[in-house]
């Protein structure tokens, strides 16, 4: 159930750590693929988060003016409150008397928890860094 919020902050930043200047939210929109409007929206939670400034006017957008080693992608996560393993949907009921119909869903809410933090655990090694030196042909294998 990853949003995809996620994966356009991250070619966002990538992008934006990549060309070290200020982008508008066209140029970015257009080099990942999605809307103007989607980028915008993703790019407010990322300049409240302080992951990205902004210039306003005609020659405005957006600056990555963090440290692209230190960032991680658990970080970015964070800052967009997003759960990478969830269910909306839950079994059973704990009213009934049935101790499986009745124990399932709080159960199963714990095993996603585990499994979110085993993810965000994983983000605390891959930096924007990592991913911009992955795409050049310059750096490491992302090992998970």
């Given at each position: 159930?990853?949003?995809?919020?996620?994966?356009?902050?991250?070619?966002?930043?990538?992008?934006?750590?990549?060309?070290?200047?200020?982008?508008?939210?066209?140029?970015?929109?257009?080099?990942?693929?999605t809307?103007?409007?989607?980028?915008?929206?993703?790019?407010?939670?990322?300049?409240?988060?302080?992951?990205?400034?902004?210039?306003?006017?005609?020659?405005?957008g957006?600056?990555?003016?963090?440290?692209?080693?230190?960032?991680?992608l658990?970080?970015?996560?964070?800052?967009?409150?997003?759960?990478?393993?969830d269910?909306?949907?839950?079994?059973?009921?704990?009213?009934?008397?049935?101790?499986?119909?009745?124990?399932?869903?709080?159960?199963m809410?714990?095993?996603?928890?585990?499994?979110?933090?085993?993810?965000?655990d994983?983000?605390?090694?891959?930096?924007i860094?990592?991913?911009?030196?992955?795409?050049f042909?310059?750096?490491?294998?992302?090992?998970?």
């Amino acid at each position: 159930m990853i949003d995809s919020m996620f994966s356009v902050a991250v070619h966002a930043l990538v992008y934006l750590n990549h060309k070290n200047c200020i982008v508008s939210s066209e140029a970015l929109a257009e080099n990942i693929c999605t809307n103007p409007a989607r980028v915008r929206k993703v790019m407010a939670v990322l300049k409240k988060a302080g992951l990205v400034t902004t210039k306003t006017g005609q020659v405005g957008g957006y600056r990555f003016d963090g440290d692209a080693q230190k960032l991680t992608l658990e970080q970015v996560a964070s800052a967009l409150g997003v759960r990478f393993v969830d269910c909306t949907w839950r079994s059973g009921d704990e009213d009934m008397e049935c101790l499986v119909a009745s124990g399932m869903a709080d159960i199963m809410d714990s095993i996603y928890l585990q499994l979110d933090r085993q993810c965000r655990d994983s983000l605390r090694h891959i930096t924007i860094a990592d991913i911009d030196q992955k795409i050049f042909g310059q750096g490491k294998e992302i090992i998970l």
